[in-house]
């Protein structure tokens, strides 16, 4: 069995244990979230959950929401297989990324992270105002980056050389690790980082090889990874957010660009303009609208006609559209306060 300080349950969160723990509640990690459905993960097992409807009630933003990462109490049901999620404890770290609307919004990537690792492909991947915008997401959150370079069986010694100078160049002081899952170069360097009961969160584009160095350390082929495309084109491999526990420590692999794009956007847009949202990753500003900004990267391509007028229009229309149609910000939480109580009203019918 496993004790709750192996999956980082440590002295930090136990001075909270009295505030926020009822006599009959347990203590467990969120290990996955999908919507208002839960997994989390106790000293013996990952366990279904889903939130009490007090709690929900109270939620004022999805910033309160449990994530990935969270510690919870918890009551358990049917014999333990199934839990109600009733508090949460105040995060110690947190990634999360800003959400461009009318009211600002944050989107939780994980909580109580100590270190995430920003991993860039040498090959296609390679960019520094990207790499900026992550080490600000982790320093936002008080979370130690480290970054790793992967993929470097696919440039030669020079070429990886040039591209360290070049994150010295522009300022980064940042720890980095350049690794390649195929000749397992720098790999033990990885390691070295890892210690067990320390949480680390993977970020970066689709198809980089996150979750491949993951399986790398499971030793086997764990969890699922996909080629990626001539073009360099990630294909979204990983679907959600998703706490892994090894002996070496517990991993948080996160799906790639898409999802972790800074761009507002739904994911309707995204889908097909993938070009478009690479580009905007490289925007000065995180919610850049791609209009009139100056540092935009958008607007830079229409000039030096890597993009045409006619694709970025289209883009521009569909977006407005889909904009208009996302609830705002003060609909979504009125919606969930009704669910809330909806929630409330169904268990006391049940009780009847
Ligand atoms: N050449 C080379 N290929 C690699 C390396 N690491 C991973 N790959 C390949 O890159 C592809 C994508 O790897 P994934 O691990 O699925 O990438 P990911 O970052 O998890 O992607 P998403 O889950 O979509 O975010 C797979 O075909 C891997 O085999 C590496 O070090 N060198
Ligand atoms: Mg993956
Ligand atoms: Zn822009």
Redesign the pocket.
């Known amino acids: 069995m496993m004790k709750l300080i192996d999956l980082g349950f440590d002295p930090w969160f136990e001075a909270h244990v009295d505030d926020i723990r009822h006599e009959d509640q347990g203590i467990a990690r969120v290990s996955a979230v999908d919507r208002n459905s839960y997994i989390i993960r106790n000293e013996l097992r990952e366990i279904p959950a889903e939130l009490a409807g007090k709690f929900y009630f109270h939620v004022e933003s999805s910033f309160e929401l449990p994530c990935v990462g969270d510690w919870v109490t918890v009551q358990y049901h049917n014999d333990n297989t199934s839990a109600i999620i009733h508090g949460v404890f105040p995060r110690r770290t947190f990634l999360r990324r800003k959400r461009a609307g009318v009211e600002v919004d944050y989107q939780m990537i994980a909580a109580n992270i100590d270190i995430a690792f920003i991993?860039q492909?040498c090959?296609f991947d390679f960019n520094l105002p990207r790499m900026n915008r992550y080490l600000v997401m982790a320093a936002d959150g008080h979370v130690e980056p480290i970054v790793i370079l992967?993929?470097?069986?696919?440039i030669s010694h020079d070429e990886l050389q040039q591209k360290l100078a070049a994150i010295r160049h522009a300022g980064i002081t940042t720890r980095v690790i350049a690794?390649?899952?195929?000749?397992g170069s720098g790999f033990d360097e990885f390691q070295e980082v890892l210690m067990s009961g320390r949480t680390y969160c993977?970020l970066?584009?689709?198809?980089?090889?996150?979750?491949?160095?993951?399986?790398?350390l499971i030793g086997r082929d764990a969890?699922?990874?996909?080629?990626?495309s001539g073009t360099g084109e990630?294909?979204?491999?990983?679907?959600r957010r998703q706490l892994i526990v090894l002996d070496k420590g517990m991993f948080i692999?996160?799906?790639?660009?898409r999802e972790l794009g800074l761009l507002g956007a739904s994911d309707g847009v995204d889908k097909g303009f993938e070009d478009i949202i690479e580009l905007s990753m490289a925007c000065r500003y995180a919610d850049c609208s791609h209009t009139q900004e100056s540092g935009c990267s958008v607007l830079t391509a229409i000039t030096n006609g890597e993009l045409s007028q006619e694709r970025y229009s289209s883009y521009m229309k569909l977006k407005k559209e889909s904009e208009y149609h996302e609830m705002s910000y003060v609909d979504k939480r009125k919606k969930d306060r009704a669910f809330g109580r909806f929630i409330k009203t169904a268990k006391k019918n049940m009780k009847r």
């Open positions: 991993v492909s090959h992967a993929k470097t069986d696919l690794l390649s899952n195929i000749t993977l970066g584009s689709s198809g980089v090889g996150k979750t491949t160095l993951i399986n790398h969890l699922d990874t996909k080629a990626v990630g294909t979204h491999t990983t679907a692999d996160t799906p790639g660009m």
